[in-house]
């Protein structure tokens, strides 16, 4: 048991009941995550990584009823068994997320500068003026120049990598224990993707967050990350510190996944290869 | 002869009824027999119509329909009042008598009659408003009524005489209706319509919804009981006579059978009714399929009119067989029995087909649909077509029919066979043409009531009979339900057309 | 008003003047004859022919749309057959009644619809959504005058809390007024709101699924936060599209409401005037109904615009 764990996953099993029939997402996931450290969650789509994040969290998908067991302690809190104004009160102050799709992830009738310090206003602990100034030093931050004029506009007035630096900003607005990245690169291109995560990064070292990122991208896991597990249909087949699960995978699966990688310095293929080609068992 | 005796003693009654009342007539009442139930002074009372009226102006043709008659009485009281079995008897007026050629007519009013601003109705604003009338750029109706007016001769101040273009015994019914509602020429009030003589006076008005009347202060004869009538607009029949019984309105006007069966089992509620609309099948005589004139009368053999009263009136109402069976002295005649196995000797293989033309009221389609059953039993094949009510007059006076119901209240006087019956007649939509009926009408026109005129009136519809242009059928109930609360309604079972003066009804005395 | 309206404007104007010509020529189509209406049965041939060139019934359908429009412009819509007051008079008259049902019956509408919408879609499939889809479902199949009457027969005539019919002034009886507003209300009202809430009730669900509603749940919104401030108003376009077409057809009269509890609105003026073949009246009020279904589609537009700001720049 790591007692520096800002977060410690055990035995966690989602099922999905719909229409009558179940069906396993996540199973027997265990895990820890120590202060300070950066985790990445990776695998294909469809490995149960973001019904991971959702049951830890404990927001289930819309129509959709979850049943989750196992034990999930973050920050303190025992998520399993919170309800209503507690949970609520937990996912404010101890989580930030920033999702995969910038544009859609932002409400297209409410103001950026709004959204950026909703979380503030959902808990009714500032005022409007606090909101707003609050709003303005945070989009400083993230790097918007004119924040004041920037604040007042609508999600599609402002570029993608813009979006996603709202949607940093608004994460990292409770200086929240555990930073949780969806994919936060996967609809942006390479270069916006390198100054996102580097935002990232800079506000993680100013608020001394943890992070949980989530990504099919083993190449900025790879890079960005202290720790790696990979899921495969719902499980863990490889967890460890990165440089070790990047030289020395243990698991087949892991193998072609670093393989279907390409690389300018490799063979040239004619057909990019796929996690599933490569002995698997 | 039984029937005729009977009838004329009624007739002598009447004659000598009429002289009587004419010698010291109170304006506010009608010759019929007032029932006497004590009548409070004062309160108001809600009566439900079934029409809209868009305009109060007495010229139209909505203020001389029988279901609005109790507020254009009260405004507009007519010179003259339907009595018992199609006769008339002074309103407004004193008297009105005519000369022995049926061509002169002399007409005496009160003295000191009044419109409602207290200015003097004299002969001379008689004379003025017939004259407004019969001016197209009125667009009334009663234009046509003042037509047969060739010149009016004041005597004076309350006296004049028309003079007719031709003799019309009947020419009391004119001056019961739009032709007899004196209004000023010259004075409106403040909603821009002519004011009248009338017991009540507008207070307020909203087109298509309501109008409210009021005691008229100026009113020159005996004051009304009521303090003031709000008359409500409700097209819908059944809306109608739920607010009736939810406490709503008092007093409804209506012709649905079954809401008279209702109510008279209602001890909270009392029925006035008369037989007030005839029904007939018109066959358009034109159309080679009634050609003959057996058909016809096996047509007549398969309907039992019984059968239809029974059906479509509920046994309320009776059945006729003559323009004139709604009369003191309807005449009795041979008109063919309902007869099934007659009816299909003629009817039955021969493989007639025609189309029944009826307003799409739910009423004429009941009625039309029984008919329909009738004839079919008998091996005719019947399409009803239903026809707007708007398109429905216009279709039968372009004779745009096969055979159609007429329903209407024009035989509640002697005057509506001659319109249906004679070659020129304006009901005439059968195109039915015999020169014997025109001549016996004609001649019945000029004669008053008495045993002459009846015995015309008698072979004429003894000839409409044996040449069915239009299968006679029934004559159905029409009138008010009111709560039974209202007291001092006349019966008015008697009359051909329901008229009450507003100004002898009013709440029970407790 | 950043839509472009001056086509916007055009187009109306354009749809306002084909409305018209329609009316014109159709009102030329309607068996019956108006002279016969007016002159009644016992006038001959001859008197309606006159009454006939008077009211300029012989002329073709294309020369009164002309006199017609022209004397719009000039606040002249003609004279009733059946009054022989003006027509724009006669319409204005009676625009107080049907305003007030149909304003008041919108609130209603979206008092009830709006949370039922909303809620349900939180928890699609739970009790609440089967009940109002039940409900819903139930007063889309009943057409509105059943609703009526049977409002009617409960309230009015058995248990007597309410008059069954009519209707009285704000401006004459305050309290009278609502009274005989209640029922045809309530008709209205209830069966409005049903449409209502499926249609944002949708558009809800498709919202909740959105990233942006996870993004505020984990941010820590409650329901009613959720739902109230950060759905509503990107679900509201579709449903502000229905109130306008709603709003503004039904300013052009309800008939079937209004003829049920005697209203003296547009709807009833509507009927009486075709049933009287009164021309210049349905004329009158066709182009007013029109115009108000116009005027509300174009609110409707710019209340989603302010709504949506996607769609100032054409996007949506």
Redesign the interface.
């Known amino acids: 048991m790591n007692t520096n764990a800002i977060l410690e996953v055990r035995d966690l099993t989602t099922t999905v009941l719909r229409h009558g029939t179940e069906r396993t997402v996540v199973e027997g996931v265990t895990f820890s995550l120590t202060r300070g450290r950066s985790l990445g969650i990776v695998g294909e789509s469809g490995a149960g990584k973001s019904m991971l994040i959702r049951s830890i969290?404990g927001?289930h998908p819309?129509?959709v009823t979850l049943r989750v067991t196992g034990s999930v302690t973050l920050d303190g809190h025992d998520m399993l068994a919170l309800r209503?104004?507690e949970r609520?009160?937990a996912?404010?102050t101890s989580?930030g997320?920033i999702?995969?799709?910038p544009l859609?992830?932002?409400?297209?009738?409410?103001r950026v500068g709004d959204q950026l310090t909703?979380?503030l206003?959902?808990?009714g602990t500032a005022t409007r003026r606090e909101r707003s100034r609050r709003g303005i030093e945070l989009m400083r931050s993230v790097g918007f120049r004119s924040a004041e004029s920037e604040s007042r506009r609508?999600p599609?007035e402002l570029s993608g990598g813009q979006r996603q630096r709202i949607?940093i900003g608004?994460a990292a607005l409770t200086e929240p224990a555990l930073l949780i990245g969806d994919e936060p690169t996967t609809a942006l291109d390479v270069t916006v993707q390198k100054r996102v995560l580097d935002l990232l990064h800079d506000t993680r070292l100013r608020t001394g967050s943890s992070m949980l990122l989530v990504t099919h991208d083993l190449g900025v896991a790879a890079e960005r990350c202290d720790e790696i597990i990979v899921m495969r249909n719902g499980r863990i087949v490889e967890a460890g510190h990165t440089s070790e699960v990047i030289e020395a995978p243990q698991h087949p699966y892991t193998r072609s996944l670093l393989d279907s990688i390409p690389r300018l310095d490799g063979p040239r293929l004619r057909r990019l290869r796929t996690p599933q080609e490569g002995a698997l068992s | 002869m039984n029937r005729r005796r009977a009838s004329c003693a009624l007739l002598a009654a009447t004659i000598v009824g009429m002289l009587t009342l004419s010698a010291c007539s109170s304006p506010t009442s009608s010759s019929s027999p007032t029932v006497a139930a004590a009548v409070s002074s004062g309160g108001t009372l809600t009566v439900a119509l079934d029409r809209e009226l868009a305009t109060l102006d007495a010229s139209t043709a909505v203020m001389g329909q029988q279901p609005v008659r109790l507020l254009a009485n009260a405004l507009y009281q007519p010179l003259m009042a339907p009595a018992e079995g199609g006769t008339f008897t002074p309103g407004l007026a004193k008297s009105l008598e005519s000369d022995e050629t049926a061509t002169h007519w002399t007409l005496t009013l009160p003295q000191k009659v009044t419109f409602s601003d207290g200015s003097p109705l004299t002969t001379a604003s008689v004379k003025a408003n017939v004259e407004h009338l019969a001016d197209p750029a009125t667009k009334s109706p009663a234009a046509a009524q003042a037509a047969q007016i060739s010149g009016m001769t004041i005597t004076d101040d309350t006296t004049m005489v028309f003079d007719l273009k031709a003799p019309n015994a009947d020419f009391a019914s004119q001056l019961a209706r739009t032709l007899g509602m004196v209004t000023s020429t010259t004075a409106k009030d403040q909603f821009g319509f002519p004011i009248g003589a009338g017991p009540y006076t507008i207070e307020s008005f909203t087109p298509g919804d309501s109008v409210t009347v009021v005691r008229n202060k100026n009113y020159w004869g005996e004051a009304p009981d009521l303090d003031s009538i709000t008359f409500r607009m409700m097209p819908d029949a059944d809306s109608r006579f739920q607010s009736l019984k939810s406490g709503d309105v008092d007093l409804i006007w209506t012709e649905v059978a079954s809401q008279f069966e209702q109510a008279r089992s209602d001890s909270a509620l009392a029925v006035h009714v008369a037989p007030a609309a005839v029904s007939a099948l018109q066959l358009n005589l034109s159309n080679e399929k009634f050609a003959d004139v057996k058909v016809r009368t096996a047509l007549a053999q398969a309907i039992d009119r019984d059968a239809v009263n029974a059906v479509v009136n509920l046994g309320e109402g009776t059945t006729v067989d003559s323009p004139y069976s709604l009369l003191a002295d309807a005449p009795s005649i041979d008109y063919p029995k309902y007869d099934v196995d007659a009816a299909k000797k003629v009817l039955e293989g021969a493989g007639l087909s025609f189309s029944i033309s009826a307003d799409n009221s739910p009423d004429s389609i009941q009625r039309a649909t029984v008919i329909k059953d009738m004839l079919t039993a008998v091996g005719v094949d019947v399409e009803i077509v239903p026809v707007d009510g708007a398109s429905f007059g216009t279709a039968l006076a372009a004779k745009d029919f096969e055979a159609a119901v007429l329903v209407t209240s024009i035989f509640s006087d002697p005057s509506g066979g001659a319109l249906v019956a004679t070659s020129t007649g304006q009901y005439n939509f059968t195109g039915y043409s015999n020169g014997n009926v025109d001549q016996l009408l004609g001649s019945a026109k000029a004669l008053t009531n008495g045993p002459d005129r009846t015995k015309l009136l008698t072979d004429a519809s003894q000839k409409l009979a044996t040449d069915l242009p239009m299968l006679w059928l029934t004559a159905g109930n029409a009138g008010f339900i009111g709560s039974a609360k209202v007291a001092g309604f006349p019966d008015v079972s008697k009359l051909t057309l329901v008229s009450v003066q507003p100004g002898e009804i009013g709440w029970a005395a407790e | 008003m950043r839509i472009a309206w001056l086509p916007r404007a055009g187009r109306s104007l354009l749809v306002l003047i084909v409305v018209s010509a329609l009316t014109c020529q159709l009102a030329a189509l309607l068996p019956g004859d108006p002279a016969f209406v007016i002159l009644g049965d016992e006038s001959t041939e001859a008197q309606r022919e006159a009454l006939r060139h008077t009211l300029g019934l012989d002329q073709n359908a294309f020369v009164r749309f002309v006199n017609f429009m022209g004397g719009v412009v000039t606040g002249d819509w003609g004279t009733s057959f059946a009054s022989g007051r003006p027509v724009l008079v006669e319409i204005l008259s009676r625009v107080p009644a049907t305003a007030e049902l149909v304003i008041l019956s919108q609130v209603v509408a979206l008092a009830v619809a709006v949370p039922l919408a909303l809620h349900s879609a939180r928890n699609v499939g739970g009790k609440l959504d089967r009940l109002v889809s039940t409900g819903t479902f139930l007063l889309l199949a009943v057409p509105s005058f059943v609703v009526g009457i049977i409002t009617i027969q409960f309230f009015a005539v058995q248990l007597g809390w309410l008059p069954a019919s009519g209707y009285t002034a704000f401006v004459d009886d305050p309290l009278e007024n609502i009274s005989h507003m209640v029922l045809p209300v309530l008709t209205l009202g209830l069966a409005e709101g049903a449409v209502y809430v499926r249609a944002l009730r949708g558009s809800a669900i498709e919202a909740l699924r959105s990233p942006y509603a996870y993004a505020s749940i984990v941010r820590g919104a409650s329901d009613p936060q959720l739902l109230w401030w950060r759905i509503l108003r990107p679900s509201s376009s579709t449903l502000l599209a229905l109130i306008g077409v709603s709003l503004g057809v039904a300013l052009g009269g309800t008939l079937l409401v209004e003829s049920l509890f005697a209203i003296p609105g547009l709807g009833r003026l509507t009927v009486s005037s075709l049933g009287v073949r009164d021309l210049p009246m349905i004329q009158g009020v066709v182009l007013f109904a029109a115009t108000t279904v116009v005027i509300f589609g174009i609110l409707a537009d710019i209340a989603v615009s302010r709504i949506d700001p996607r769609s100032k720049h054409g996007l949506v």
């Open positions: 969290l927001v819309p129509g209503g104004r609520r009160r996912l404010a989580v997320m999702h995969q799709d859609r992830s932002l409400n297209p009738t409410i909703e979380t206003a959902f808990a609508y599609h949607g608004a």
